[in-house]
């Protein structure tokens, strides 16, 4: 039994280690995408590098900062608060070029976008199997099945007291938890709860800084145990 319960909890620590792995990836991708930054034209393309120069978590802090905005929950932007979005984040695009953004998300031309198409077009291109992949490990995590990724849940899957900040006093077993889910939270706003939004718009910056799919699908295996 004591064989079983140090590897169900060492999976915990392999999970938090491996996903701080991608931190090497995380740098190249920046790297690569400030040199492609200079060079680009497309406003699309342009803001998704930006995003993507500042690391994995890039594009869901984007979309935290426009939820944030959001004060009537209709999940929609005009121009003037797509603007504040940009600039509150540290976007630097110009308003000419941030119109013509705009207005290629305007489809309808309604004067409103739909942040959550939004992002989901700003995500960099993963594939069918890359997704899976990642839906695969969310549903792993999310015991209650409501979509959103809790402490509580965490508490179902593993046992933060081999952990070894717990273990020498320094955190809690809910700020262990906490500090696990804020690495797919955006630096601006922890709420400590990670939707399922928030997590594929996380691994769809760390699939960017992956060139082949089975290294990318290895390393989700191998992080989540799938």
Known sequence: MKVFIMSYNTRFLSVMSEMAGTSRHD???????????????????????????????????????FKIMDDDNNRSLDFKEFLKGLNDYGILMEKQEATTLFQHFDRDGSGMIDFEEFLITLRPPMSKARKEVVMQAFRKLDKTGDGVITIEDLQGVYNAKYHPKYQNGEWTEDQVFRKFLDSFDSPYDKDGKVTREEFMNYYAGVSASIDTDVYFLVMMRNAWKL
């Open 27 to 65: 740098r190249e991708m920046t790297i690569n995408a400030k040199r492609q930054l200079s060079e680009c034209s497309d406003p699309v393309e342009k803001l998704r590098l930006q995003c993507l120069a500042r690391g994995s978590s890039g594009i869901k802090g984007l979309g935290r900062t």
